[in-house]
């Protein structure tokens, strides 16, 4: 072979891995790296919107169908954190009240023990153990009556009708006025020491609430697991469903599933503390209402807006969305709020932003629903206000996953680690990923990429999706080109 064809194949081969001119794929122009990022194998047959804009001018640096409304799952997260951050305040703190018929007497003893909640979506076990411990300090020892849970600032609808069927499972906890740990439990299943031997099972928080019906079996070590953890109602409680198999030699399954009835639930952790606590309750534990005399005990004021927030976001907890949402929408006039008076709540405090609302299509707060529908413009549109807001801004950025580092992002686009915080999202054949990015030259830009309808499996279409932020934050062009959007 001569030495002029060597050379002709040489340049063609340098064409082909680095492009035109010999430029490699990092030197290309951003619109080509982010097409081709989007190109990914993962998002085949996918309807894709995406929109990258240099908020410090307002350039678009990028837009692919930038106004074409899609499902964006948990990204709508972002549009109800800042309706609830606005509307309330980063230092709000939601109160669940401890009432009683009139003051403790002489010997520490009420005769009924009432529990007003106030919308806080992020009690926990240890918030009630707090309650009770001041319940003691305040003299309390001692409820003749009843225990009453009063969970009339919200409605009484559970779980939205957009949802469809609903799951046992974590995500799918329902929505209360009075609720604890999200609305959700620890199921913990240890294989047996042989196989055929029943698993051991154990509940957390160890309620009698939640009692367990085990049928689940210890399986061959080489067999396959089986597992499946439900719920059903009982009298007084839930009866917790565990069954199929868990193989031997393994280590401990922990499951988390969601309870039918968060107020009751709720009531049974409260109980649980009271007596941890030393205080004792005669009576049953059941629903009902708060006299208009009755004499506060307790006022509990639980976690700021702000650390609601962070708990939200890290974590996409769709429980706090929607509790969000519903007491955005409460007005001591209007009677228990609904989701359809938190909407338009939500709506109104978003608009009142300067965020136009009408293209958006809000049917929940969590993104569960598949009507849903919002553009990347108006997720940008709606993270520039909230970047610059001086009231809120702060917390809202701080709530955002990391990449690589926590939340919903910690085992995801190491490509762009550390340098991009944004909102996830996945459904089936639905991800996305809106938020902020830091480029090599230290600007920070704002972006939101939805996906729709992809063909292969969630990984690899949050692969494509994580691509994109990696092209992204990999370096700035140089010519600063402005796109049309």
């Known amino acids: 072979m001569g030495g002029r064809v060597r050379a002709l194949l040489a340049l063609a081969f340098a064409a082909a891995i680095c492009g035109p001119a010999g430029v490699s794929a990092a030197e290309a122009p951003l619109q080509e790296r982010l097409d081709a990022a989007l190109g990914h194998r993962g998002l085949r047959g996918a309807r894709v919107a995406a929109l990258v804009v240099d908020p410090a001018d307002g350039s678009v640096l990028y837009a692919r169908n930038p106004d074409r409304p899609l499902v964006p799952a948990s990204n709508m997260k972002v549009l109800t954190a800042i309706a609830a951050l606005s509307r309330f305040g980063p230092s709000h703190r939601f109160t669940t009240e401890l009432l009683a018929d009139a003051p403790a007497d002489d010997e ?143 280590p401990p399954a922990v499951l988390h599933r969601s309870v039918l009835d968060p107020v009751g639930y709720a009531g049974a952790v409260l109980r649980m503390q009271l007596a941890a606590v030393g205080i004792r309750v005669d009576g049953d534990t059941r629903r009902g209402t708060v006299p208009e005399q009755a004499a506060l005990l ?123 915080r944004a909102k996830t999202g996945l459904l089936t054949q639905v991800t996305g990923l809106s938020g902020y990015a830091e480029r090599s030259d230290g600007s920070v830009v704002v972006f939101s990429v939805l996906t729709n309808g992809w063909r292969g499996s969630a990984q690899a279409a949050m692969d494509g999706v994580d691509a994109f932020v990696a092209e992204l934050v990999d370096g700035a062009d140089e010519d600063g080109t402005e796109l049309g959007g």
């Open 298 to 420: 307790l006022g509990f004021q639980g976690k700021s807006v702000a650390e609601i927030a962070r708990l939200f976001l890290k974590y996409s907890n769709n429980a706090i969305a929607e509790s969000l949402v519903k007491a955005m929408g409460v007005s001591p006039q209007a009677g228990p709020a609904s989701w359809s008076a938190g909407l338009a709540a939500m709506r109104q405090e978003l608009a009142g932003l300067g965020i136009a609302v009408d293209p958006i299509q809000l049917v929940d707060g969590s993104g569960l629903s598949y009507e849903n529908k919002v553009s990347p413009r108006s997720f940008v549109e709606a993270l520039k206000l909230a970047r610059l807001s001086f009231r809120f801004g702060p917390e809202f950025v701080a709530a955002l996953p990391i990449a690589a580092a926590d939340g919903t992002l910690k085992n995801r686009a190491d490509g762009a680690a550390l340098e991009v």
């Open 108 to 250: 520490g003893a009420v005769q009924n023990l009432y529990v007003r909640g106030g919308g806080d979506p992020v009690l926990t076990s240890e918030d009630m153990w707090r309650i009770a411990a001041d319940l003691h300090r305040g003299g309390l020892r001692r409820v003749k009556g009843e225990l009453l849970l009063d969970a009339g600032r919200f409605d009484d609808e559970r779980w939205h009708p957009s949802w469809g069927r609903v799951s046992a499972r974590a995500y799918h906890a329902p929505v209360s006025a009075l609720t604890v740990n999200y609305g959700a439990y620890a199921v913990q299943v240890t294989p047996g020491a042989q196989r055929g031997a029943p698993v051991t099972v154990v509940i957390d928080p160890d309620v009698p609430f939640l009692r367990p019906a085990n049928r689940a079996q210890t399986g061959p070590a080489r067999g396959r697991d089986t597992l499946r953890v439900d719920r059903r109602p009982v009298t007084g409680g839930e009866e917790v469903l565990v069954g199929g198999l868990l193989r031997l030699g393994t």
